[in-house]
């Protein structure tokens, strides 16, 4: 089975590099890594070029937001299995995508996502900040916030053929959106991984500010009254399980 990986990129450079070779060192050898840039000016295009040969489509070109940059590598991506990789993140070791691979293969399932730490950027970039735990999928779980890492879930492309691709309506919680359009839809056979697949940096547009703290709750709530899952109750419940999350 090829899997499509996609990195968006805007002003990467310092950390892109380190994702590239991430995704480069898997031991899984069917991989088509696609990156799509939003017209970056800090010397992120260079490096991609520097390491072309690793990479199947490539394009820098102003964008709408993440979402968006997310949907063109959607459009582009012909692997039966499709995951992203943010540019400041790296797999937890260099078997992940054979794990996921064979998860599938083992499971016949039509959704494989995992575990997942945020680590400190400095001065110790190894140490881990908050530690995301899942678990087995229940349904009943959504109603009470529950949500897979996003950057842990690789679905096969027919799903995303069916749910669609990222609401860019959504700035920040258009992964949310996915995810309950996803595990909504009891048809899917989902496997829960347990294991950590992906090391994330600290940070992020979701958390960047107060004020993005605010958006990302107030878009979360829409995004549950959209799906016709939960409400305030819910949502109450997804801040708690994200600060249990951390690791004191």
């Keep these: 089975m090829k899997v499509s990986i996609i990195t968006v990129t805007y002003n990467s450079a310092q950390t892109l590099a380190h994702t590239m070779d991430s995704i480069a060192n898997q ?50 991506a012909t692997g039966d299995i499709i995951g992203l990789l943010n540019s400041d993140d790296v797999f937890a070791d260099n078997r992940i995508i054979e794990l996921i691979v064979k998860r599938f293969e083992h499971k016949q399932c039509d959704v494989v996502y995992g575990n997942l730490v945020y680590q400190s950027q400095c001065p110790n970039k ?37 749910v669609g691709h990222f609401d860019t309506t959504f700035r920040i919680s258009a992964d949310y959106d996915f995810a309950l359009r996803v595990f909504g839809n009891l048809d899917y056979k989902t496997s829960h991984l347990p294991a950590v697949l992906v090391r994330m940096n600290v940070g992020g547009v979701s958390n960047g500010s107060f004020r993005n703290i605010i958006c990302k709750m107030t878009e979360d709530y829409k995004v549950l009254k959209k799906n016709h899952i939960g409400s305030f109750f819910t949502l109450g419940c997804k801040n708690m399980r994200k600060l249990m999350q951390f690791i004191r």
């Design 27 to 76: 031991t899984y050898p069917n991989i088509e890594h696609i990156i799509i840039d939003g017209a970056s000016t800090d010397g992120t295009v260079d490096i991609v070029k520097q390491r072309q040969d690793r990479v199947a489509y490539f394009i820098s070109e102003p964008d709408r937001g993440i979402y968006d940059a997310l949907n063109k590598g959607l459009d582009k």
């Design 126 to 162: 190894n140490k881990v900040f908050r530690y995301w735990k899942s678990n087995r999928f229940d349904p009943k779980c959504l109603k009470y916030g529950w949500m897979p890492p996003h950057p842990t879930l690789y679905c096969r492309k027919k799903v995303y053929d069916e």
